[in-house]
């Protein structure tokens, strides 16, 4: 019987594929799978959702391993089993703005995809702020006069440059991580250790 893992479509897609490949994986039916959304390889069977279905899939038992960006766990809190750190999907969080932004009086407003963890970091620094839920190209908002700041991802610093915005405050790293469905865990320990120890070699040799 081979497991099933739920993959995070789009950017960390092809990173997790790289990641298989310089691993020993036969990565061609992933690479092959066209529009199709799910395959099987040697190894195991791999669906493919958006990040936050893929959380969905793995608490249901569907899937009994997925590769998720830390971004996610933080703001769902899905009751699954966070396993390791990949290496990939390496990226930082930070409040970002305007260079010359100031808060008008009352409180911070911040534009992000991500409210939980941007109203958890502001509280621990004894901050109340208010929060503009967006769906993404967030570094728009303060160009716009929607929010003074933005909470996002960012990586190479491109996006916020290239809008003239600027890191304000980092906030944490973080990077794609293996997570399991808890039962999964228990009842399949033996077909999913060799690919778990596969992932977590991968990390320690690094
Ligand atoms: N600029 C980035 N650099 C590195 N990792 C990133 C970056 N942006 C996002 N990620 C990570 O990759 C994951 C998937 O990002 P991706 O942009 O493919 O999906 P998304 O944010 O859900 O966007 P979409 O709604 O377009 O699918 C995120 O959850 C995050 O962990
Ligand atoms: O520092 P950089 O390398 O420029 O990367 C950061 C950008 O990448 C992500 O956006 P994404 O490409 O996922 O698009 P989105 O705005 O639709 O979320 C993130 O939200 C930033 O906008």
Redesign the pocket.
Known sequence: MKPVIAL?????EKQFTEFLKSNGYDVAPLLDKGRRLQVETDDFFAVFA???DVTTYVEYGIADLGI?????LLEVQPDVFDLLPLPF???RFAVAGLPTSEVRGGKQRIAT?YPNIATKYFREQGKSIDIVKL??SVELAPLLGLADDIVD????GSTLKENGLIVKEEMFS?S?RCIANRNSLKLKKSILAPIIDSFRMEEVAR
Request: positive net charge; proline residues 0%; charged residues 30%.
């Open positions: 995070t479509k789009g950017r960390l958006k990040g936050i998720v960006g830390a971004d996610i999907g390496k990226c995809k769906e993404g991802i960012v990586e190479t973080l794609a």
